[in-house]
């Protein structure tokens, strides 16, 4: 498939500038408090849409950082779509942990189609075709098995804030432990967090805020290793900011009834 050709060859490009800033070291600067970026994110950005645009020149593309078009301003309806993480974990890259990722997805009218993840300082690949299966480094990937929290690793993330989202994030972990899961994982990069999902390695992935470019790709590799992805209402999830609840299928209903029932704001979905 031509489009997932060149999400590779874009993500190769992104993360090709990522890893030679990671050993080099590079300034962070601050969007808003404890939330990061860099050199890195911005030129990674930039290699990434030059890569798109040189093969689909008429494409609509939503980047983090904004070079491709505000997001407000872009039809995320479009026939051809592209949703760009160009650095996802910049806190793990700001403290030299080498956990972080290029995510890009490929949608049509909404619905994905492909999606590339890839983490250049291991040299981890994943990727996803809608129809065609979810693959780690080319070798097919498939959810954990298992239906009893009790049998579970469970992921989680906290978005930036400290306050309510915080707190409801702390209570849900509470109450997960309460259903004696194995443990609570807080990796710090969604879109290999939803990989890790996918490969079976966690059983459930939650976290109350997300952002488009975080699981446009990872919502695809979950759902075609055979896992559910939903907001944390269990409704469909919009390509929008959005709370975010992905599992192997099996778990979806027990911990959705745990991080329901604590989302912070109603409005939030
Ligand atoms: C962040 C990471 C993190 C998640 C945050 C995201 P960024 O993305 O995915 O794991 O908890 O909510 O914003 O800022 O490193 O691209
Ligand atoms: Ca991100
Ligand atoms: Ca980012």
């Known amino acids: 498939m031509r489009e ?20 080099q070291g590079v300034e962070m600067r601050t969007k808003q408090e404890c939330d990061f970026v860099s050199d890195a994110d911005v030129e990674s950005e ?13 494409h609509v593309i939503l980047g983090e950082e904004g070079q491709a078009g505000a997001a407000e301003t872009l039809d995320t309806n479009a026939e051809s779509l592209w949703v760009i993480d160009p650095l996802d974990g910049t806190t793990n890259f700001a403290h030299n942990i080498p956990h972080f990722a290029v995510s890009i997805g490929f949608y049509q009218r909404g619905q994905p189609v492909c999606g590339v993840i890839y983490n250049p300082a291991r040299g981890d690949w994943f990727h ?11 070798t097919p990937a498939t959810v954990a098995d298992h239906a009893s929290p009790g049998d579970s690793l469970v992921g989680v993330g906290f978005y930036y804030d400290r306050g309510a989202m915080m707190d409801a994030t702390l209570t849900s972990i509470r109450d997960l432990f309460q259903q004696k899961i194995h443990g609570i994982r807080r990796c710090g990069t969604a879109s290999l967090d939803l990989c890790q999902v996918g490969c079976g390695q966690l059983g459930a992935f939650f976290e109350y805020e997300l952002s488009p470019w975080d699981f446009a790709a990872g919502r695809l590799f979950v759902e075609e290793a055979g896992g559910k992805i939903t907001n944390c209402c269990g409704d469909e999830l919009p390509l929008a900011k959005s709370s975010v609840l992905a599992s192997n299928g099996k778990l979806h209903d027990a911990v959705l009834e745990i991080v329901s029932k604590n989302i912070p704001d109603q409005d939030m979905g």
Request: glycine share 14%; net charge positive; proline share 0%.
């Open 128 to 138: 996803a075709v809608r129809g065609a299966g979810a693959f780690t480094n080319d």
């Open 46 to 58: 930039r290699a990434i849409i030059d890569v798109i645009r040189s093969h689909f020149r008429g």
């Open 4 to 23: 997932l050709e060149v999400a590779r060859q874009a993500a190769q490009a992104g993360g090709a500038i990522l890893a030679g800033y990671f050993r």
